[in-house]
T-cell receptor, first 118, second 115 residues
Framework: AQSVTQLGSHVSVSEGALVLLRCNYSSSVPPYLFWYVQYPNQGLQLLLKYTTGATLVKGINGFEAEFKKSETSVHLTKPSAHMSDAAEYFCAVSDRVWAGGAGNMLTFGGGTRLMVKP | EPEVTQTPSHQVTQMGQEVILRCVPISNHLYFYWYRQILGQKVEFLVSFYNNEISEKSEIFDDQFSVERPDGSNFTLKIRSTKLEDSAMYFC?????????????FGPGTRLLVL
C-alpha cells in the first residue's frame, strides 16, 4: 500500500524567502508523483508532476520539485515566496498504470498550509 | 480552459436524508473519480468510474454510496442515508485517455454538512 507524509502541516515564510515543502512517500515501486495547490474556496490545481525522465520538474508559478528515489522524497521548492503563494499544498502519488487502465487512484499526504508574511 | 464543475458548492442536510452531489467532468475525459476530505484530515479516494462501471472503490465506499453517469455530461455521487460522519468536502476529478493521461483534474468541491 502506498502512503504519503508531508512534514509540517503549517509552514510560514517571509515574502521573498525560499519556500521548501517536504514530501516523502512509501511505495513498492516508484509511483507517479504530483503536487497540487488549493487556494481558499477553490479546487485542487495541479502544480507539477513527475512521471519519468528528468528528476527535476518545473511547475507553474515558479515552483519546482526534485524526485529523489533513494530518499523516496519529492520536496517542493520556490526560490522566492510571493504573497499570492499562500495556500494549501498537497503531495500525492499514484500507481504506474497504463493510459487505458481504469485505476491510478491518488493517495494524498495531509497537506501543508503555506503562510507568507509581508 | 476546460474545467471540472461541481454543484452545489455547499449542501446542508439532516441525518438520514439522501443527497446527490453533481459533477460535470471535462468533456473529452472518460475516467472519473470521487474523493472526500473530512475537515482536518487527508483527501481520501472513494471511487473511480470508467465505461459506465466502477473500476475501483475504497473501504469508505460502502452500500450507502453509489455513482452514476445519468447522461453524457453529468457524474453523480449519491449518499442514500447520510450520517454525521459523512460531513466533508467532496471532490470530483476526471482524466483524459491520451496526452496528459496521468493527470486528474479536480473540481472545486461540494462542502456537505450533515446535521
Amino acid at each position: 500500500a502506498q502512503s504519503v507524509t508531508q512534514l509540517g502541516s503549517h509552514v510560514s515564510v517571509s515574502e521573498g524567502a525560499l519556500v521548501l515543502l517536504r514530501c516523502n512517500y512509501s511505495s513498492s515501486v516508484p509511483p507517479y508523483l504530483f503536487w497540487y495547490v488549493q487556494y481558499p474556496n477553490q479546487g485542487l490545481q495541479l502544480l507539477l508532476k513527475y512521471t519519468t525522465g528528468a528528476t527535476l520538474v518545473k511547475g507553474i508559478n515558479g515552483f519546482e520539485a526534485e524526485f529523489k528515489k533513494s530518499e523516496t522524497s519529492v520536496h517542493l521548492t520556490k526560490p522566492s515566496a510571493h504573497m499570492s503563494d499562500a495556500a494549501e499544498y498537497f503531495c500525492a502519488v499514484s500507481d504506474r498504470v497504463w493510459a487505458g487502465g481504469a485505476g491510478n487512484m491518488l493517495t494524498f499526504g495531509g497537506g501543508t498550509r503555506l503562510m507568507v508574511k509581508p | 480552459e476546460p474545467e471540472v464543475t461541481q454543484t452545489p458548492s455547499h449542501q446542508v442536510t439532516q441525518m438520514g436524508q439522501e443527497v446527490i452531489l453533481r459533477c460535470v467532468p471535462i468533456s473529452n475525459h472518460l475516467y472519473f473519480y470521487w474523493y472526500r476530505q473530512i475537515l482536518g484530515q487527508k483527501v481520501e479516494f472513494l471511487v473511480s468510474f470508467y465505461n459506465n462501471e466502477i473500476s475501483e472503490k475504497s473501504e469508505i465506499f460502502d452500500d450507502q454510496f453509489s455513482v452514476e453517469r445519468p447522461d453524457g455530461s453529468n457524474f453523480t455521487l449519491k449518499i442514500r442515508s447520510t450520517k454525521l460522519e459523512d460531513s466533508a468536502m467532496y471532490f470530483c476529478a476526471s482524466r483524459p485517455t491520451g496526452g496528459e493521461w496521468e493527470t486528474q483534474y479536480f473540481g472545486p468541491g461540494t462542502r456537505l454538512l450533515v446535521l
